[in-house]
């Protein structure tokens, strides 16, 4: 089993929607836990960076990490067609660590 | 501020060949690392350095070699290339080992082997 899973399905909304997306991971040892995004051609960007369980709120965007069920979440709301990227998981078990465990992406599209 | 530079953008090579693929970076980060993007398989580190002189392997480092002679340069060399090396190659950094500040990624490589 993967450390980390992501269904990697490409996701289409319509623009206004919410897009939800989640990974699910093994290693009860992660603490620490990102999104990336990703445009086509282009390097992976930070979009959130959350510690332990519980949420994290940056304009549109809300990261929630559920420890006990190894499950964290990405929603962005009011969807845009600039949001339009693949979003990828990554975790670590301490900071700063080397290894990030990252999850295969998952692509969104946002139809305006 | 160019932030992480990769060298070439796009390369073919035919098996046996070997390359370098260039990093560079102007942000004087101490750790530099090198993945591979492959569709269905996500990011896997192949090598990283936390500073001169000092690498170590990732995840997938066979049929990969990298040295950090500078602070700024953190090649990544491809000894005799085979098919299975078609990828994308992203280059990451960031200032030190234990850092809370993000990897800046550079936007990738994209290499086939024929």
């Known amino acids: 089993q993967k450390e980390v899973e992501q269904d990697p399905g490409p996701l289409s909304v319509p623009e206004g929607a919410i897009v939800s997306l989640n990974c699910t991971y093994s290693n009860s040892a992660f603490q620490y836990f990102m999104w990336y995004r990703q445009y086509s051609r282009k390097g992976p960007e930070l979009l959130m960076y959350t510690y332990s369980s519980g949420n994290k709120e940056d304009g549109r965007f809300t990261a929630q990490v559920d420890k006990s069920s190894k499950y964290i979440s990405l929603f962005i709301r009011d969807s845009q067609p600039s949001d339009s990227a693949t979003y990828l998981c990554?975790?670590?078990?301490?900071?700063?660590?080397?290894?990030?465990?990252f999850g295969k992406g998952n692509q969104v599209v946002v139809i305006p | 501020n160019a932030g992480v530079t990769q060298t070439p953008k796009f390369q073919v090579l035919k098996t046996g060949q070997s390359m370098t693929l260039q990093c560079a970076q102007d942000m004087n980060h101490e750790y530099m690392s090198w993945y591979r993007q492959d569709p269905g398989m996500g990011l896997r580190l192949i090598h990283y350095?936390?500073?001169?002189?000092?690498?170590d392997q990732g995840e997938v480092p066979n049929g990969y070699n990298v040295s950090r002679s500078t602070t700024e340069d953190f090649p990544l060399r491809l000894l005799s290339a085979a098919p299975s090396q078609t990828s994308v190659y992203f280059c990451a950094s960031r200032p030190t080992q234990g850092s809370r500040s993000p990897l800046h990624f550079g936007n990738g490589t994209r290499l086939t082997v024929t």
């Open positions: 990554a975790m670590s078990a301490s900071y700063g660590n080397n290894r990030l465990a």
């Open positions: 350095s936390v500073g001169a002189g000092i690498t």
